[in-house]
């Protein structure tokens, strides 16, 4: 039986900031066929807050593999579905968006359950003999808010500029200059994104062969 003093880590409050984020990503996706700025609004607020739940997980000592999970969880599906109205928007670039959502997700996932195999806390702990980029990736939190920030601003850009050239600056639209500066980092994010998956299956494949070892000598 459960003690009374146990804690209950789905009240935690960096899990609570995460079903906020969800609530927000399924009115974003509602509304982003027919009112793209209250649907600009819930995705934006609802990718931003992704920065406050680890913050709230630290300063409250409410880190949890649950919220680890959400979050992740979280970030793939609303990046998802904001890739996926696009590739309807965008039919003409449809292949090429469907494969980014495809490397987001795929890689990702074999990343994260392969850590789980490994038996560590988190999918963002890295060791110092794994890839430095992704060392720097995941240790540096400037650099990690960045490249998630200049990602998710390249796709939602992307989106309004099918709606809106909105406010004219020195001739160009923000919302194309936003797309132009952010190119590169969704690329370099892609790139990450295929780096997550090479370490992975390097990690899963030792896992394995250790695993064949124990057989090999229980069967001898």
């Not at 590739?87 to 495809?102: G, N, T």
């Not at 194309?176 to 980092?185: D, E, G, K, M, S």
Request: aromatic share 14%; proline share 3%; hydrophobic share 50%.
């Amino acid at each position: 039986m459960s003690s009374e003093t146990d804690e209950n880590i789905f009240l935690f409050v960096p899990n609570i900031i995460g079903y906020a984020r969800i609530v927000l990503a399924i009115i974003a996706f509602y509304f982003m066929p027919t009112n793209y700025i209250v649907a600009t609004l819930c995705y934006v607020t609802s990718a931003l807050l992704d920065a406050f739940d680890g913050h709230a997980a630290r300063y409250f000592n409410q880190g949890t593999k649950f919220g680890a999970m959400l979050d992740q969880l979280t970030d793939r599906c609303g990046t998802m579905g904001l890739v996926a109205v696009l590739a309807h928007l965008y039919p003409k670039y449809m292949f090429p968006l469907l494969l980014s959502m495809c490397i987001d997700v795929a890689c990702h996932w074999i990343y994260l359950h392969t850590s789980i195999l490994q038996g560590k806390e988190s999918h963002k702990f890295i060791d110092v003999s794994e890839n430095p980029i992704m060392n720097l990736y995941y240790t540096n939190r400037t650099v990690l808010f960045f490249m998630c920030a200049g990602n998710e601003a390249f796709f939602a850009s992307l989106y309004l500029l099918y709606f809106t050239e909105g406010p004219i600056i020195a001739g160009l639209s923000l919302f194309r200059i936003i797309l132009y500066l952010t190119t590169p980092i969704m690329l370099a994010k892609t790139f990450i994104s295929l780096l997550h998956c090479i370490v992975a299956a390097k990690n899963l494949g030792i896992i394995d062969v250790n695993e064949r070892k124990k057989l090999l000598k229980k069967s001898e």
